[in-house]
């Protein structure tokens, strides 16, 4: 079952076979709380949030080649990084996933929240603050 929140989006969505159209969410809980994997198929982004949310939560993320959180989603592992921004590509990402034991799904769900854990805002401001030092 594929959901969409509908703000912003076309209202069409929802006269697809296996689509969901769930509305607004009041938090990313809430709205993820049922999720097994986060799918972020954009063709361009230069650093996507919503799939460290996703992470933060436990979820473990696909993202394309082309997004600038890719990086962080290789650490979970490079497999849920979908190298051609193709359908068959994306589904193909997203069936290894699903097709793979409880027990390596559980790592993954657990490694998401590791690597997300190292993305939040006092983190990545203690790094810059290091990153100019080191310049200086």
Same mark, same amino acid.
């Given at each position: 079952?594929?959901?969409?929140?509908?703000?912003?989006?076309?209202?069409?969505?929802?006269?697809?076979?296996? @689509?969901?159209?769930?509305?607004? #969410?009041?938090? $990313?809980?809430?709205?993820?709380?049922? =999720? /097994?994997?986060?799918?972020?198929?954009?063709?361009?982004?230069?650093?996507?949030?919503?799939?460290?949310?996703?992470?933060?939560?436990?979820?473990?993320?696909?993202?394309?080649?082309?997004?600038?959180?890719?990086?962080?989603?290789?650490? @979970?592992?490079?497999?849920?990084? #979908?190298?051609? $921004?193709?359908?068959?590509?994306?589904? =193909? /990402?997203?069936?290894?996933?699903?097709?793979?034991?409880?027990?390596?799904?559980?790592?993954?769900?657990?490694?998401?929240?590791?690597?997300?854990?190292?993305?939040?805002?006092?983190?990545?401001?203690?790094?810059?603050?290091?990153?100019?030092?080191?310049?200086?």
């Amino acid at each position: 079952m594929w959901r969409f929140n509908r703000a912003n989006h076309s209202h069409t969505y929802g006269t697809y076979e296996g @689509v969901e159209v769930m509305g607004y #969410a009041d938090s $990313i809980e809430s709205a993820l709380s049922e =999720s /097994t994997l986060f799918v972020h198929s954009a063709r361009l982004d230069a650093y996507a949030v919503a799939p460290l949310e996703a992470m933060y939560g436990g979820i473990p993320s696909v993202v394309t080649n082309k997004t600038g959180c890719r990086d962080a989603i290789s650490r @979970v592992d490079n497999n849920l990084v #979908a190298n051609e $921004i193709t359908p068959d590509k994306i589904a =193909s /990402t997203i069936c290894w996933f699903l097709e793979l034991p409880r027990e390596r799904k559980s790592q993954l769900s657990e490694r998401s929240k590791q690597v997300a854990r190292q993305y939040t805002e006092e983190v990545r401001k203690k790094e810059f603050k290091q990153s100019i030092l080191d310049i200086i």
